[in-house]
């Protein structure tokens, strides 16, 4: 494994002369080499260009060949093999089961697009044919299709070094819609993301593209990050972040002279309502179940269940103690970097200190001085809840806090009072049928995915799947990171009216000659 610690612009590298960046194993405290150099505006200004000078030959590319390209990003990742687990575990303290499947995870996104890419229902045909004898007036020909928006820039996620990173989601979908992409990759990890870059760019490589499709550079602060959204070259950006981090960027994409969408993942606690007929029926069942999924990789999910919402009664308390029990035994877990610890730690001492807060159960300390997250259960009542905003606020790691109101309408009161949130899970037995059914509505309005008798944790990547919500979970509640819809970020329609049929694009001409599904005339025909 060699690791220079060099930015890749283009299909070139260099070390960056903009301060040092160097990752640290949070589970040992030992400082990796080498040290990586940041990137300067001018660099940004390279990247970009690059990106630019790509995109009108990348976008005209057969989808074929653009499948082909993603494929050999999967395939060249695989390729790395042992070296890139054993860095990424050295980097974030993540176990090597979890990082092995969340690589397939970050391939099949990849090989996952590349189908989408040859089935072509990303592009949205529609043809609608003249009409010239219409009365009172003739309708002209028209016809649409989606077109990549223009350059991406890509933050990279800490919390999924390879899934939501340099060749994660965003990176995949905003290729395959003919996007060329710059990666800031993320500080906590930038061994990892030299080794995933270097695989894009032997990738771009052996498919011949134009090198300026792909580059990633480091920032050892915030400035570069701002001078790449800001960029007028880039049309649109992925970010996996803190809600301050996301804002703070949304507001150069929005401020530009040119606006640009800005696809920020930032907060969620991901509520999970308890019902009375499943507590009746299983709520000690329940328990240690919710208490697996707060406690998984260390509560640093954005989908980790931070909120549980129920009436209160026996069955809750028989559900409060049994959960409470699993805490106490789950031991204390290293979290990806000292920053998100010591905010961690902060969160919960707020939860101690609030004075209506109950302190439920604490889990197994971990050593001094280490970088380990001791997970948290609270108490509170539903009034208290709905009475101090900062008890809605995400505590990103593995506490949670159970709000016990006092009867069906009160839970309604506080799921209404809620934010933004990229899921909400109902557990419920066919005796909560009535209830599911009235609240159902408000659901709908506060998350962009609901589950049955389950968990937020553990994101399907299909084509059914949303990843997003309304805010503050997503800067953007239509749009999706994860599934086949995410494609959808970086493009738009342009319809084309009375176009010669020879200057048509294949995609609409008469004949469908890539044979793919359209709507015609406002019905869908198959290729």
Do not use: W
């Amino acid at each position: 494994m060699n690791l220079t610690g060099e930015l890749l612009i283009g299909g070139k590298s260099r070390k960056g002369t903009n301060g040092e960046i160097r990752g640290e194993n949070p589970a040992t405290g030992e400082v990796l080499e080498p040290a990586f150099g940041g990137a300067t505006k001018a660099d940004v200004e390279e990247a970009a260009a690059l990106a630019f000078d790509a995109f009108a030959g990348y976008r005209a590319l057969p989808y074929e060949t653009r499948a082909t390209f993603l494929e050999a990003i999967a395939e060249h990742i695989e390729a790395l093999g042992d070296d890139l687990i054993v860095r990424v575990m050295a980097e974030t303290g993540l176990p090597r089961p979890r990082l092995e499947g969340e690589r397939a995870r970050t391939t099949g996104q990849l090989r996952l697009f590349a189908s989408v890419l040859r089935d072509g229902g990303f592009l949205e045909a529609r043809v609608d044919p003249a009409m010239p004898d219409r009365k009172p007036l003739p309708r002209p020909d028209l016809r649409l299709r989606n077109v990549p928006l223009g350059p991406v820039a890509v933050f990279g996620a800490s919390n999924f070094p390879l899934a939501f990173s340099v060749a994660g989601g965003d990176t995949a979908s905003a290729l395959a819609a003919g996007c060329p992409v710059i990666v800031k990759a993320h500080p906590a990890h930038p061994g990892t993301s030299e080794l995933v870059g270097r695989a894009i760019q032997a990738a771009v490589a052996s498919v011949g593209l134009h090198p300026g499709v792909f580059s990633m550079i480091h920032d050892s602060g915030y400035e570069v990050s701002q001078a790449l959204v800001a960029d007028p070259r880039v049309k649109a950006a992925g970010f996996t972040g803190s809600r301050r981090g996301g804002l703070a960027l949304l507001a150069i994409a929005q401020g530009r002279p040119e606006p640009i969408p800005f696809y920020a993942e930032m907060s969620s606690i991901n509520p999970v309502i308890l019902l009375p007929g499943a507590l009746k029926a299983r709520a000690e069942k329940i328990a240690p179940d919710f208490v697996a999924a707060l406690t998984l990789g260390a509560g640093q999910f954005c989908t980790n269940p931070g909120l549980i919402l129920a009436i209160d009664g026996p069955e809750l308390d028989a559900f409060v103690e049994a959960a409470g029990k699993a805490v106490e035994a789950a031991p204390a877990s290293v979290m990806l970097t000292p920053g998100i610890c010591k905010a961690f730690a902060h969160g919960v001492a707020a939860l101690t200190e609030a004075k209506e807060v109950t302190t439920v159960a604490r889990g197994v300390p971990g050593p001094d001085g280490s970088h380990t997250g001791r997970a948290a259960l609270f108490s509170v009542a539903a009034a208290d809840f709905l009475a101090n905003p900062r008890l809605h606020e995400e505590v990103f790691g593995a506490a949670s806090v159970v709000v016990r109101a006092k009867d069906e309408a009160e839970l309604a009161k506080v799921i209404d009072a809620l934010e933004g949130q990229l899921t909400i899970a109902v557990h419920l037995e066919e005796a909560d049928h009535a209830l599911t059914a009235a609240l159902l509505p408000a659901l709908e309005l506060k998350a962009g995915r609901i589950l049955v008798n389950g968990f937020g944790t553990g994101v399907e990547v299909a084509p059914a799947m949303v990843h997003g919500g309304p805010f503050p979970a997503t800067s953007d509640g239509r749009a999706t990171s994860v599934g086949t819809l995410a494609i959808a970020r970086f493009l738009r329609p342009v319809s084309y009216q009375n176009l010669p049929e020879a200057l048509l694009p294949a995609e609409l001409k008469t004949e469908n000659p890539l044979g793919i599904a359209r709507r015609v005339d406002g019905k869908v025909k198959l290729g």
